[in-house]
């Protein structure tokens, strides 16, 4: 098994990715918002200079991230979770994108089987 994590720099996009993902067979996730060394140091930088411009969203409040885990089961289903977020965020490598990754899992207790993505639900009868 592998865990998958993805920062999402676009929250605005999270409910696509989590079509995606889930459409792809990904059977659950984990979801914080949260964020950064550098929106923190910006937001600190706002308590002491107050009117400078920052990273603000609507109505004024601190644009955060979003931060997705998922286990899955093999390094097929991690890449396939790559390939699922950059199609809604588009390429990671690019800026304020976001950053994935993953990693093989030593011990998974308390997961249950992962549906198989829609494409292949042909004959699946569980």
Do not use: F
């Not at 993902?21 to 002491?48: D, L, N, P």
């Amino acid at each position: 098994m592998y865990m998958v994590m993805l920062v999402l720099d676009a929250p605005e996009r999270l409910d696509a990715v989590l079509d995606a993902w889930h459409a792809a067979g990904v059977g659950g996730v984990t979801i914080a918002e949260t964020t950064g060394i550098h929106r923190r140091q910006a937001k600190r930088s706002r308590v002491v200079a107050p009117y400078a411009i920052g990273d603000m969203g609507p109505a004024g409040r601190e644009r955060g991230n979003y931060t997705l885990w998922a286990i899955v089961p093999d390094e097929e289903m991690m890449q396939r979770c790559l390939a699922e977020a950059e199609k809604v965020i588009g390429d990671l490598d690019n800026p304020n994108t976001g950053v994935i990754a993953g990693w093989p899992l030593a011990l998974v207790k308390g997961v249950r089987p992962q549906h198989p993505p829609r494409d292949r639900e042909a004959g699946w009868s569980g």
